[in-house]
């Protein structure tokens, strides 16, 4: 009997739902998450009478045939990457991109990643870093004496130095697009790669065409709704119980074979 396999992979797909959902759920404070969302195909189909045949030697074709298919599979999780809210920190070395684009961190391999986590500090050495200590790109350096700093939205970082009056300009913040954002690759981290399916990077000034804008003093929240996906999980965990009542029914029916004299 095909209902139980079939039922199984149906079980095997919901599982994979609801764990991505609990992904969701768990970054809803991540700062730059963008949410997943799974996409499932049907398996192959198994032809019980194959359509378009010739049912008869007059030529008559069967318009339709018999087809049972064999179950559903995932396909993908796409990264949905939809803007997330910007909440106030009041740190001036925070910055969060409004609109597409990506900040832009080197790794201790000297590759370079890319993020929207935008929780930015400085080195010992005064160098503008990540979270974890990786030099943002360009790697700008802000001065000891510096008594204040700007960053606008054009991602130009200045600084008020003491015994001067005008500001000075420190370097030029840069973001990097991708024709295919879900196909980056995640490392964990709030930091994604360049990757075969992301195409090939594109990097610019912030407002430019094509990119958005540096907002100093801000972080991007997760775009995590939580009404959404306490709505999934819940036609998720559906789908679950009525696949396994397929199994139980499938075993009740191979029990009224077995019990047959």
Do not use: C, W
Request: aromatic residues 6%; negative net charge; charged residues 10%.
């Amino acid at each position: 009997m095909r209902a139980l396999d079939i039922a199984g992979t149906g079980m095997l797909a919901q599982q994979t739902n609801v764990e991505v959902i609990s992904d969701n759920i768990a970054n809803m404070s991540t700062t730059g998450f963008k949410r997943r969302r799974p996409e499932f195909q049907d398996l192959i189909y198994q032809n019980l009478r194959r359509v378009g045949t010739n049912s008869s030697d007059t030529g008559s074709v069967v318009p339709a045939g018999a087809q049972v298919g064999l179950g559903v599979q995932t396909a993908a999780i796409y990264r949905i990457s939809e803007q997330g809210n910007l909440q106030q920190t009041g740190n001036s070395l925070d910055m969060a991109v409004q609109g597409n684009g990506y900040f832009q961190v080197t790794l201790p391999s000297g590759q370079i990643a890319y993020t929207r986590d935008g929780t930015f500090g400085l080195s010992p050495a005064g160098v503008i870093v990540s979270a974890d200590g990786y030099v943002v790109v360009p790697g700008i350096t802000v001065p000891p004496n510096a008594t204040s700093i700007t960053i606008n939205t054009s991602g130009q970082v200045q600084a008020n130095i003491a015994g001067t009056v005008a500001p000075s300009l420190l370097g030029q913040i840069q973001l990097a697009t991708f024709p295919n954002e879900a196909g980056l690759d995640a490392q964990g981290n709030n930091l994604l790669l360049e990757s075969a399916a992301s195409g090939t990077v594109v990097t610019g000034v912030p407002s430019a065409p094509g990119f958005g804008t540096v907002m100093q003093g801000f972080i991007e929240t997760s775009n995590v709704n939580v009404v959404t996906e306490i709505t999934n999980l819940i036609t998720a965990q559906r789908a679950y119980e009525m696949n396994s009542k397929v199994i139980t029914t499938s075993d009740n029916m191979f029990s009224t074979l077995t019990n047959l004299h």
